[in-house]
């Protein structure tokens, strides 16, 4: 018998399927609420909570004269900037951890504006991470990798996964590595002007991250992918297509693109793409590997199943998918963890250094003295003496500074019942209880990078923040309060790749290429009027922008590029 399905029926399902979504919602706002209404009630300290609309007037209202693309990072530092009109007149100081309920639009939240209290769910308890980040990857990698995971299963994968990303394993790929920093410089140098002058302007997002790509591929699979000069492979671009399918939390905003059907299509054909492509290379890596051949044990995946052959059988706790997909899962995370930080991170620094002509040519005397004054020839010395990069005490610095400033991502954990976070010594809510229950704890990293309590001239570029070693200093760091990488076990397990990679390409690039912001040719290129009023943050047309994963930077970051006079 066929089953009929007229179209009354498909009606009927729908309003139903419709009226459940409201009910949920409106049953869900109505827990949050309350829950929030009863702290208030305890006298926990919090923004005025509205039993109908929550915080989400009050944040309404902060926001609204940033751009509607606008990162949500940016609600954290208005926030920590003006703690003395929101909260209570009896508070003195901000509270060291802010409650956000802002349903429907994000989970209900525990901020964190304080290291100590940071450091409380991080490194004094490394609490798990929250759900969100799991349901995030779940249909990229199907949860069965390092960053998803919880526990002693997580132990043992980061166990497992810790000498791929050492410093030695790192070393010993650098000359592959600089292969791909040299085609971005060349890169660059083709897109200058003539006779000095400044080539047309295009978007740096475009070059930063097929870089990247091409970086972490070279270090994954000890593969060159060629993203930067040829079309998209069929693993990058199938990557690339995913990415803005994926979700950190169900909203209003997005709840109709998650029940999208074309979505789950999609998601489905890019994951076929994407295993296909690194299925036979993985089974490649894994023969070399066996039969101990030339080579083996240079890529990532290669140390993976070197070290699951050298683990006693039926360790426990189980892994959670046989060798073969398990390493294609954290092969897969990895190439997706590795490139769009890094690239909006490098993206930044260029803009940095634009603004920063002194502190640029600091840096270039310091390359002249440790690779050479030719600058030509900086790829060869760094082959010749990959020990040089670790002696680059100044560009080092200035990385540091620029990601504490143009902090890329934090770190999202779950609070429980029973689990409180306390205000540390010294915050003004010395002992007073943030209970966790019901929120997702934010470390609210970018508002903490610019917190004048923390960081003296919070808003300077200041390199020599990261070369005083005298703790005495009013520069030297503050203890838990610089975490571009988070702190802790579960730390950022790429932070010296990624360190690694935009050193070796200030070292190629800077002394041969200035890159600038562009925007007056970019809005010319694309008929925007001058007198048009245009989106900026802080008075700024670079801005940290909300898509999907990490921030990105506004409209790609247009720039024009010339070869330096020497
Ligand atoms: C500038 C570049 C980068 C930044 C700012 C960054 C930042 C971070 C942060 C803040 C975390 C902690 C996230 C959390 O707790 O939810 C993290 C975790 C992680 N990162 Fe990075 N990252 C960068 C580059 C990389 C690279 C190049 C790789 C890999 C090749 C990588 C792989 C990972 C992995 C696998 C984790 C999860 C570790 C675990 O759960 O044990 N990251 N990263």
């Not at 390493?327 to 909006?344: I, Q, R, W, Y």
């Amino acid at each position: 018998m066929t089953p009929e399905i007229s179209t009354s029926n498909l009606f009927t399902a729908t309003g139903l399927l419709l009226a459940a979504t409201a009910l949920w919602y409106l049953y869900r706002g109505y827990v949050v609420r309350s829950h929030f209404q009863r702290l208030q009630r305890q006298g926990v300290p919090m923004l005025p909570h509205n039993p109908i609309l929550g915080h989400l007037g009050v944040v309404g209202v902060l926001m609204a004269d940033l751009p509607r693309d606008v990162h949500g990072d940016y609600l954290m530092v208005l926030i920590q900037d003006n703690w003395r009109t929101l909260f209570d007149k009896k508070y003195e100081k901000c509270p060291p951890a802010v409650y956000l309920d802002l349903w429907p639009v994000s989970p209900p939240m525990l901020l964190s504006l304080d290291p100590s209290m940071t450091a409380q769910f991080t490194q004094d308890v490394n609490v798990e991470k929250s759900p969100a980040q799991g349901n995030f990857l779940r249909p990229f990698t199907g949860n069965t990798e390092l960053a998803s995971s919880h526990g002693a299963l997580w132990r043992k994968l980061r166990k497992r996964m810790n000498p791929g990303f050492s410093a030695q394993a790192i070393r010993q790929q650098l000359p592959a590595l600089l292969e791909e920093v040299e085609v971005f410089r060349d890169i660059l140098i083709s897109r200058t002007g003539k006779d000095g002058n400044w080539g047309s302007v295009f978007t740096l997002e475009k070059p930063v991250t097929m870089l990247t790509l091409d970086y972490i591929g070279r270090f994954t699979l000890d593969l060159r992918l060629h993203e930067q000069t040829t079309p998209l492979t069929p693993y990058s671009a199938a990557m690339l297509d995913t990415l803005p399918w994926l979700a950190i939390h169900i909203h209003i905003g997005n709840v109709l693109t998650l029940f999208n059907p074309w979505r789950r299509f999609k998601l489905w054909r890019n994951r076929h793409i994407m295993d296909s492509y690194l299925e036979p290379l993985l089974q490649k890596r894994a023969d070399l590997v066996a039969e101990k051949r030339p080579g083996a044990g240079t890529a990532l995946v290669d140390k993976l199943f070197q070290a699951i052959a050298a683990e006693p059988p039926n360790t426990v706790p189980a892994d959670p998918a046989p060798p073969m997909a398990y390493v294609m899962a954290e092969a897969k995370h990895t190439l997706f963890a590795g490139h769009e930080t890094t690239a909006f991170s490098l993206a930044w620094l260029f803009q940095t250094l634009s603004r920063h002509p002194d502190i640029l040519a600091k840096m270039c005397t310091e390359h002249d003295a440790v690779l050479g004054t030719d600058p030509a020839a900086a790829a060869t010395c760094l082959r010749e003496n990959p020990h040089l990069l670790g002696q680059l005490p100044y560009t080092t610095a200035v990385i540091k500074e620029s990601l504490r400033i143009h902090t890329n991502v934090g770190t999202l954990r779950a609070g429980s019942p029973g689990f409180a976070l306390y205000g540390p010594p010294n915050s003004g809510y010395e002992g007073v209880a943030f209970p966790t229950e019901q929120c997702v704890l934010w470390d609210g990293n970018f508002a903490l990078h610019r917190n004048p309590k923390y960081w003296p001239r919070p808003l300077e570029f200041l390199p020599e923040r990261w070369l005083t070693t005298d703790p005495d200093d009013p520069l030297h760091p503050v203890r838990n309060a610089y975490r571009p990488f988070e702190l802790g076990t579960r730390n950022c397990i790429g932070q010296h790749l990624a360190m690694t990679e935009m050193t070796m390409v200030l070292a190629l690039v800077v002394r041969t290429v200035e890159v600038e912001e562009a925007w007056d040719e970019w809005d010319a290129q694309r008929g925007v009027s001058l007198k048009k009023k245009k989106d900026t943050v802080w008075g700024e047309r670079l801005y940290q922008v909300s898509k999907h994963g990490p921030p990105h930077v506004k409209d790609g970051m247009p720039v024009h590029v010339r070869l330096r006079q020497q």
